[in-house]
């Protein structure tokens, strides 16, 4: 198996890796992220999928893009990748409960093994996780750290307490 295209981008949030295959991005990760593989050199920075993901990225932190137009390829169950397909649903700048996402998949009482799913989403700030709070509203875990989940919210105009 060949190893994914990497490279970095420096963000608001801090380095995020980026990571692409012949299918598409295939994560993104914060630098203290959980789960992340180790990457330590960049691999094929000029993949088309990676040269992509770095300027939206960029037109995203500097608030001239809301939504990211990118081939993505993420690994994951098909119950991660169909909650993964709603958390792109959610709308820029608007928040969504782990409730109201399960009940959204037609699992009312499944917002346990949503919340895993998100923890597990291969493809922050692209897949907006950071987007699912507690369902009083609240900051919940955020694989990136709750200062980039806080930094996140904020940028898309949201209160973020």
């Not at 295959?21 to 295939?26: A, H, P, V």
């Not at 960049?42 to 992509?52: G, I, N």
């Not at 770095?54 to 809301?66: I, N, P, T, V, Y």
């Not at 499944?110 to 493809?123: D, I, S, T």
Request: hydrophobic residues 40%.
């Amino acid at each position: 198996m060949t190893p994914p295209a990497t490279a970095f981008l420096d963000s608001p949030v801090g380095r995020l890796t980026l990571l692409a295959n012949d299918g598409g991005l295939c994560g993104v990760y914060f630098p203290d992220h959980k789960r992340a593989p180790v990457v330590d050199a960049e691999r094929e920075p000029d993949h088309p999928a990676l040269r992509a993901a770095r300027q939206q990225l960029a037109e995203f932190f500097r608030g001239q893009r809301d939504a990211f137009d990118l081939p993505l390829a993420p690994a994951g169950t098909a119950f991660q990748r169909r909650v993964w397909a709603a958390l792109r649903a959610i709308p820029f700048g608007e928040t969504r409960h782990y409730g109201a996402l399960a009940a959204q998949l037609g699992q009312p009482t499944a917002a346990r093994a949503v919340g895993l799913a998100n923890g597990r989403n291969p493809l922050s700030i692209v897949v907006p996780c950071h987007r699912v709070v507690g369902r009083d509203g609240s900051l919940t875990g955020y694989a990136g750290g709750l200062d980039a989940k806080r930094w996140l919210l904020a940028h898309e105009g949201r209160a973020a307490g």
